[in-house]
């Protein structure tokens, strides 16, 4: 293929093909979701980011757990979003005072995923997760 001329810079003939999503945009998409999640307690998204979002949350419901309890929120807080839910409490907050003595006597699968219809535009898979009761 000749050379087109620059379009994305790096070298003569520019980047021919450029990745338009990432890891780093994708982790942090995966932060807001689970973010999302702690806060409105169910979430939308698509049967792939489900399996990642189902494994983070189990693991940060796992930290609320631990007997070093500072050094678990500040764990946490690397993840989770500093975001206001209700009442004036942030996401880690109700993570810790809502969400994890609600599983205190259980040890796993704190989540739960049900299939809905395909989204509309491409078809893809969407599922709906949400905290087990």
Known sequence: MPAQGR???HGKTGVRFKAAYTKSKYEN????????????????????VARDVVK?????VTLTKKADVMNAKRE??????????????????????????????RNGGYTRRLKLENRRGDDAPV???TWIE
């Open 127 to 129: 599922v709906l997760v």
């Open 7 to 9: 379009k994305n810079v």
């Open 29 to 48: 998409m995966l932060r807001n979701v689970v973010t999302d999640l702690i806060i409105h307690e169910s979430v939308k998204v698509t049967e792939a």
């Open 76 to 105: 946490a807080a690397r993840f989770v979003r500093n975001i206001e839910a209700s009442e004036g409490v942030s996401a880690l907050d109700k993570l810790f005072s809502v969400i994890g003595p609600r599983f205190s006597s």
């Open 56 to 60: 983070e949350a189990d693991r940060l």
